[in-house]
C-alpha cells in the first residue's frame, strides 16, 4: 500500500524543493501527510503534487502563508486574483522606482552642469516627490523627431493621462467609476488607441535612452485600463 504514496524526498525531487521547505509547510499546516507509514513515515499521495504547485504559486504571487492557508476557492478564481493584486501592486513598485531613477538622472545632469549646492540638490528632490509630471517629462526624446505632427506638448499630454491612470490603478478605481470615466474622455480626445501608438512610442523611445527600460509593461497594463475605461464610458452612453 505505501507504494502508492511517495516519501517527503520523493516528493521534494518530483517539485523541485527542498525536504525542509515541504517539512515547514507541513509544520504550518497547508501540506500534511496523506498517510502516516509504518515507520512513522509522512506519505504523501498524487494529488498533494498539485496542493504544494498550489502553495509555491501563490507564495511566488506574493500571498503569505496564513493568506493561502485560508484561500479555499476554485483554481481559476484565486488564481486571478493574486495575479491581479500582484500586477498592481508591482505597477506601484515599478512606478516608484522609475521615479526614483528619473530623480537620479536630474541629479546627474545637475553635477554635469558645474556647481552644484546642497540646497538646489534638495530642491530637485522636493519637486521630484511631489510632481508626477516631473518623472513624466524625464522620459521624452528631446531628440525624436516629430511623427504624424505630435509636438512636446500633445507629448505631455500622454504623460499626463498616463500619470492620472496609474495613480487610479494603484488605488484600484473601477473604470466605471466617474473618475475613470472622465479619464476616459481624455483619452478619446487624444485620439485613443490610434494615436496612443504614436504618442506612446514616443515616450518608449525616451524610457529606453534612459535606461527605463521597464517601462513598457507598465505601459501596456496603463493601456488595457484605459481601454476598460472607454468601454464604461461608451456603455453608460
Known amino acids: 500500500m505505501e507504494d502508492e504514496y511517495m516519501t517527503v524526498g520523493e516528493l521534494a525531487k518530483r517539485v523541485g524543493i527542498t525536504v525542509r521547505a515541504i517539512q515547514y509547510y507541513d509544520q504550518r499546516g497547508l501540506l500534511p501527510p496523506s498517510q502516516i507509514g509504518s515507520s512513522n513515515q509522512r506519505l504523501y499521495a498524487e494529488g498533494d ?15 503569505s502563508l496564513a ?14 486574483e493574486a495575479v491581479e493584486q500582484s500586477l498592481g501592486e508591482l505597477d506601484g513598485e515599478l512606478l516608484k522606482l522609475m521615479e526614483r531613477m528619473s530623480t537620479l538622472k536630474r541629479l546627474e545632469q545637475l553635477l554635469d552642469s558645474g556647481e552644484p549646492r546642497w540646497g538646489s540638490a534638495a530642491q530637485l528632490i522636493e519637486r521630484s ?66 494615436r496612443a501608438l504614436v504618442g506612446l512610442g514616443k515616450m518608449r523611445s525616451g524610457a529606453a535612452s534612459k535606461g527605463c527600460t521597464l517601462y513598457e509593461s507598465l505601459q501596456k497594463r496603463t493601456l488595457l485600463y484605459l481601454n476598460a475605461c472607454l468601454d464604461a464610458l461608451q456603455e453608460k452612453r
Not at 503534487?49 to 500571498?63: A, F, M, P, S, T
Request: net charge negative; glycine share 6%.
Open 129 to 194: 516627490q511631489h510632481s508626477a509630471q516631473a518623472f513624466w517629462e524625464t522620459l521624452v526624446d528631446e531628440d525624436a523627431p516629430e511623427e504624424q505632427g505630435l509636438g512636446r506638448a500633445e507629448v505631455m499630454s500622454w504623460h499626463k493621462l498616463m500619470s492620472d491612470a496609474i495613480e487610479l490603478m494603484q488605488s484600484e478605481v473601477p473604470a466605471s467609476d466617474q473618475r475613470a470615466l472622465e479619464l476616459a474622455e481624455r483619452f478619446a480626445e487624444l485620439g485613443g488607441n490610434e
Open 49 to 63: 503534487v498539485e496542493l504544494l504547485q498550489r502553495i509555491l504559486v501563490l507564495k511566488y504571487l506574493g500571498k
Open 67 to 80: 493568506d493561502i492557508k485560508r484561500e479555499d476557492g476554485e483554481c481559476t478564481q484565486v488564481l486571478r
